[in-house]
């Protein structure tokens, strides 16, 4: 966080520099992990222009384990000499000793031991010399000192073979004042909130620049999709969306309507810019369970446009669509929806609430409220909320909005007709009804059987009278 210790004490700091820091050196002189001063440099810089950051990279020798190891206690030849008494000994004892095959054979290579294979008991090793210098010892501490240019590089190369030292790449940030530098640090607004704007605070508050040129990890899923969603859309990714091995693929396609959809995808058209994107052909041929019954109405509007001349028309559907949800008290994996679509001259965004709200009223639901919402498929949009007395929350029952027109022109219906479209669902309009609490004893292996057998067929509103007839 940008207004951590960290972050605090590194403004500081840069206040009373004369210049800038460097991060490593900063990260040494506090006593902390260089990627925490690291952490602190971005989270300042994505606050504006507090900071300047330059990166820049140095090559540096350090030590390695073994290296560290010999830099405490002597290298492995210097420790093989110091265990040679004056009267020598055994090869064979020596050979057990920690150091013992590696350091005998650079204290014989360096002159300071030798072997006396003439005794009784065995080969037996003598020292040569009466004191040695530990010249690896010595030039792992200049290393470990900071002071790896005081070597040769064939000394360098050496220590290196030996593993003992090893060259390593450090990245660090030069960091200098900005043209808006503080001590003091504001955060910075992520999101525009209704209350910041009904308040009038968002006028005195700092927001947070919006990165227009961020690249996002494009999933590789997706299938012909005449409702204008991309191919690399997340809703279309495998974690959200069950896709078939068999048929994996649709082979019969109207292929001059996919034309058009690609055309409109790739390049725009109809009044759409498109989504400048490479539209595959491969990925429309993919097989998936349907998550929305929206794909039954894209199939009759299109059979609708091939009847000429037009006649207004309307459609009706409840079926099963399939989602990778995660079960929980209003959520399945396999629920229901009911479909609305309604083709005709002049349809506006009041025909379809009127509707909407006509629906509901003769279940006797009459606590809805309409929300503003996207879809790629529809312009205006709008999300439908139903209150549950049981759950105490307001539950969004249905999604709604008029077709796009780049939508709808592709399939050859004309300019001037407009079409309202309605998905709703089934089964939490049932729990208000029933005054259930969980969608799994609605639907599933955990309904009670005598639930069903008390409740009606189908209820309506309707005088006692009535239903006895």
């Not at 060259?167 to 910041?196: C, D, H, N, R």
């Not at 508050?205 to 690249?215: C, E, G, I, L, V």
């Not at 309507?257 to 690609?262: I, S």
Request: aromatic share 8%; hydrophobic share 35%; proline share 5%.
């Amino acid at each position: 966080m940008a207004d951590g210790p960290v972050a605090e004490l590194l403004l500081r700091r840069l206040e009373a520099a004369d210049g800038g820091l460097d991060s490593a050196e900063l990260a040494a002189e506090m006593g902390v992990e260089h990627q925490a001063v690291v952490g602190a440099v971005k989270s300042l810089q994505a606050l504006g222009e507090i900071i300047e950051a330059e990166l820049r990279s140095t090559k540096r020798w350090e030590l390695t384990a073994e290296g560290e190891e010999i830099d405490r206690e002597g290298s492995h030849e210097a420790r093989v000499f110091h265990s040679i008494p004056p009267d020598g000994l055994a090869q064979s004892e020596l050979m057990r000793l920690p150091s013992g095959k590696v350091g005998f054979s650079k204290a014989m290579s360096n002159k300071w031991i030798r072997v006396d294979k003439s005794t009784a008991e065995g080969p037996r090793v003598f020292r040569v010399v009466d004191s040695i210098e530990d010249e690896v010892q010595r030039r792992l501490q200049l290393v470990r000192h900071g002071q790896a240019e005081k070597l040769g590089e064939k000394e360098r190369s050496e220590l290196k073979k030996r593993k003992l030292l090893t060259e390593v790449t450090l990245k660090t940030y030069w960091v200098s004042k900005g043209s808006a530098f503080s001590i003091s640090i504001s955060k910075q607004e992520s999101e525009l909130s209704p209350e910041m704007i009904s308040s009038g605070s968002w006028r005195d508050r700092p927001f947070k620049p919006y990165n227009f040129s961020a690249h996002g990890v494009l999933p590789d899923s997706g299938h012909l999709h005449p409702l204008l969603k991309p191919q690399q859309h997340p809703a279309r990714d495998q974690h959200d969306t069950f896709f078939l091995k068999d048929p994996a693929e649709a082979l019969q396609l109207p292929m001059d309507y996919v034309h058009r959809v690609k055309r409109t995808h790739s390049q725009g058209g109809y009044g759409s810019q498109g989504y400048k994107y490479n539209w595959k052909l491969d990925e429309a041929r993919k097989n998936l369970l349907r998550t929305h019954t929206t794909a039954a109405s894209a199939r009759a509007l299109y059979r609708l446009a091939q009847k000429k001349p037009f006649k207004p028309a309307k459609y009706f559907s409840i079926d099963r669509v399939f989602r990778n949800e995660t079960l929980d008290a209003t959520h399945l994996a396999e629920f229901h929806q009911i479909e609305g679509v309604v083709a005709d001259h002049g349809l506006t965004l009041g025909h379809l609430m009127g509707i909407l709200r006509e629906f509901f009223i003769k279940l006797g639901i009459t606590q809805l409220r309409f929300k503003p919402a996207y879809n790629p498929y529809t312009e205006p949009s709008m999300e439908v909320f139903s209150y549950h007395q049981g759950l105490k929350k307001w539950v969004e029952v249905g999604n709604s909005g008029l077709f796009r027109p780049e939508m709808l022109l592709p399939m050859g219906l004309p300019e001037n007709v407009s079409v309202i479209a309605w998905g709703l669902s089934l089964e939490r309009p049932t729990m208000i009804k029933y005054g259930i609490n969980n969608i799994r004893e609605l639907v599933g292996h955990k309904v009670n059987l005598q639930m069903v057998y008390d409740s009606p067929l189908c209820r309506l509103d309707a005088e006692q009278e009535s239903l006895k007839t």
